[in-house]
């Protein structure tokens, strides 16, 4: 499945990405090679491969949950260019956003 440049185009922009034209064209070069492996894999027979769905058998080794004092909320946001109500003020992403 050729991925074309137009549909890198497409996602960068979705993505707030700007390539130029010798990157978008190795993008769209470089993501048609990887669907077509993907692909490759559909030819595989697998009909005597037994399904993996769990690894039930295995233990899970996790930490134990303990509760511990947070960071201070001052040391937190020393570094931060603006903030509202205990909360970081980004740019919006979403091209309808004004400020957030």
């Known amino acids: 499945m050729k991925i074309s440049e137009e549909e890198v185009r497409h996602v960068a922009k979705l993505s707030k990405l700007a390539f130029s034209d010798e990157e978008t064209t190795a993008f769209a070069t470089t993501l048609t090679k990887i669907v077509d492996m993907v692909e490759l894999l559909n030819e595989v027979d697998t009909t005597d491969v037994p399904v993996t769905t769990t690894m039930a058998d295995r233990k899970t080794v996790v930490r134990e949950d303990v509760a511990e004092q947070g960071t201070d909320r001052e040391v937190l946001f ?17 091209e309808e956003g004004g400020d957030a």
Request: proline share 12%.
């Open 78 to 94: 020393k570094n931060v260019p603006e903030k509202e109500k205990n909360f970081i003020k980004v740019p919006a992403i979403l």
